[in-house]
């Protein structure tokens, strides 16, 4: 066993960086995907337990024994897959097309740069941030381009209203990541993380706790989620930018809303919350006792399981947000952007300065 072990690790070190990269890219798409699809599950059960019901309850996984609802993701792509496509007969049919795969894409590709181990991302890009910011800009074409090429009125609608939502609370994300970058001195997210290195104290979530709210806000904001859907406000607009598309147009539409969440997850953890770092991370240093177990070390210790942790528990908030808040008005999604968030992270900016400028905290000497 251990020549084969050697064989194989001998033979993948031969490799070239790009098939690493592809390889990589590969697995990470896979489980993704996946990720998505028990995302769905996981809301339905939690937002139905809240509501003191079961939730999907019936779908085995290949007919498995009590495998019960476990299924049920299986079920919702084959039935989406196999649904008829319409196309609009008056559509920009290239367009028309196009816009799924311009709202996806973006939350698939800007994974390349998220650091999802210890000193380890995909691409370890020193403009990392700059290229999140550009990536995580994208999507929203997508959404314009959907409702403008099928030729609907109430599918414009939804796009012009989701086009001017994203625009205010970009703005707010953008001064929220100014506040990162002023700490961390750095545009790398794997250097980001390293500087937030102590324990849970010293992640950025505690000297900027208003940036941290204003982004995470704004990311529900962002991907359209509740209580910030009005661009696809059933009771007012049918169904939004997506209401012309239907089978495999439709799921990549779906599959693009829960990606965005479980990436808005990670960069908020990435950026405020130590993303890999463990909150006993300043607690286990090289005498610890606990190191010792070796079990128990590794799983106390740094590691890929403490950043898949802060996501779930933060994609929880999401689901936690839509099962308890009511839809807002239009006008007050436009106020709470434009008027609330954006002066906060302002004012908090100017107070990290002062900060830095007396040494105060993250920038002790």
Not at 36 to 57: D, H, S
Not at 138 to 153: M, P, R
Not at 267 to 289: E, K, M, R
Not at 311 to 336: G, K, N
């Amino acid at each position: 066993m251990s020549g084969a072990s050697n064989w194989v690790a001998s033979r993948w070190l031969a490799l070239p960086g790009y098939a690493h990269s592809t390889l990589f890219i590969l697995v990470l798409t896979v489980i993704l995907i996946i990720s998505v699809a028990y995302l769905t599950l996981w809301e339905r059960k939690l937002i139905g337990w809240m509501q003191m019901r079961r939730g999907p309850n019936r779908v085995r996984l290949f007919g498995i024994p009590n495998t019960e609802y476990i299924g049920q993701p299986f079920a919702d792509v084959v039935k989406l897959l196999i649904k008829e496509v319409v196309t609009p007969e008056r559509s920009n049919k290239v367009l028309f097309r196009l816009a799924p795969a311009i709202a996806l894409i973006p939350a698939f590709a800007t994974w390349a740069v998220i650091p999802i181990a210890p000193h380890f991302a995909i691409a370890n890009v020193d403009a990392g941030l700059l290229y999140v910011l550009s990536l995580t800009s994208v999507g929203v074409y997508g959404v314009i381009l959907a409702g403008w090429a099928s030729n609907s009125k109430y599918a414009f609608l939804g796009a012009m209203r989701s086009a001017a939502q994203i625009v205010a609370y970009e703005i707010a994300m953008g001064f929220a990541l100014v506040g990162v970058l002023m700490v961390s001195g750095s545009l790398n997210l794997g250097t980001i993380v390293a500087r937030q290195h102590g324990a849970l104290l010293a992640w950025n979530w505690f000297w900027l706790f208003p940036l941290f709210m204003v982004y995470f806000i704004s990311g529900v904001a962002e991907t359209n989620r509740a209580p910030f859907d009005v661009a696809e406000g059933e009771s007012e607009i049918v169904a939004g930018f997506h209401v012309e598309y239907s089978g495999i147009g439709f799921a990549l539409f779906f599959l693009a809303e829960y990606a965005n969440m479980i990436l808005v997850a990670a960069l908020t953890s990435v950026f405020f919350l130590g993303g890999w770092l463990s909150p006993l991370d300043g607690y286990l240093g090289a005498g610890s006792s606990l190191r010792a177990v070796p079990l128990l070390g590794t799983l106390l210790g740094d590691g890929t399981h403490w950043l898949v942790l802060k996501v779930f528990l933060l994609l929880c908030v999401f689901l936690w947000l839509r099962a308890t808040f009511p839809r807002y008005r239009y006008d007050q999604i436009m106020r709470l952007g434009w008027k609330i968030l954006i002066p906060i992270t302002i004012i908090w900016i100017a107070v990290e300065g002062m900060l830095a400028w007396y040494h105060i905290g993250p920038w002790r000497a």
